[in-house]
């Protein structure tokens, strides 16, 4: 029997294979463009995944209904957590303002300043229907607010909710969160879980600036002065390059490389 094939066929983006659907047979991209299945947020036809939950572009509806359950009943947990552990954290410590701890329980530890719908507060549901990686930016931002206004035993205290969502949402490249997470680590000061962060980055891309950045700013917390050095001269030399690329990471963190490159050239 001969087998043909039909030229008019479309082509997978990201495989180049013929498609007949949506998605492809092959890899499992999807072929035009249309919203995950479990978030509702936009896919662009050659993705694979959904770059807000990370659901497959080509998963069923029931399974994916059944994750995002299960990832809500998650989320609760840790604000319950969180809130029994400030419960306690306050009665030792009294560290906190009441004003710090009542936002944390009803989410605000993870908004940026303004109120939900309504003028109330985020409540642990609306939490919930987030995607892990905004409250990830969240939690991360009052992490930071907590460390330059000198409250270590609160940073201390956060750092690890803030790791504990970070390893269910990491991905190999995502050198971005990578970065925010060695910031947390070196906050906490927990520099073995910095330095894990500098040496993943560094090993897949030895002059991204971030990993530069990290490195060195690891290097001198542990009284590592020459290592740090050596790291700013690497910083300063690849930076025109690096920046050249335009990654949306050096975008983001633009602030920060350049007090880092002032500091680097003794400026």
Request: proline share 4%; net charge neutral.
């Amino acid at each position: 029997m001969t087998v043909t094939h039909d030229s008019t066929l479309a082509r997978c983006p990201n495989c180049d294979r013929p498609v007949r659907g949506r998605y492809c047979a092959n890899c499992g991209a999807t072929t035009e463009a249309t919203a995950c299945i479990a978030c509702d947020a936009p896919l662009e036809p050659g993705d694979r995944h959904c770059s807000q939950c990370g659901e497959s572009a080509s998963g069923s509806p029931r399974l994916a209904r059944a994750r995002q359950g299960q990832r809500t009943a998650w989320i609760v947990a840790v604000i319950a957590f969180v809130a029994l552990g400030l419960t306690v954290l306050l009665k030792k410590a009294g560290e906190m303002r009441a004003t710090d701890a009542a936002a944390v329980v009803d989410g605000g530890a993870m908004q940026t300043g303004a109120p939900a719908a309504g003028g109330s507060r985020l409540s642990a549901q609306d939490l919930a229907s987030m995607p892990p990686r905004e409250i990830l930016n969240r939690l991360f931002n009052r992490i930071m607010m907590l460390h330059e206004e000198g409250k270590a035993d609160s940073v201390r205290f956060f750092a690890p909710m803030f790791m504990t969502i970070y390893q269910r949402e990491v991905q190999p490249g995502d050198i971005d969160l990578r970065y925010d997470m060695g910031t947390v680590a070196n906050a906490a000061g927990m520099l073995d879980e910095e330095k894990a962060q500098v040496d993943t980055v560094l090993a897949a891309a030895p002059d991204h600036l971030l990993g530069l950045l990290m490195a060195a700013r690891n290097a001198r917390a542990r009284g590592l002065e020459a290592d740090a050095k050596r790291y700013e001269r690497r910083l300063v030399e690849v930076a025109a390059t690096e920046r050249a690329k335009q990654l949306p990471e050096y975008l983001s963190h633009e602030n920060e490389l350049e007090d880092a490159l002032r500091r680097a050239r003794g400026q």
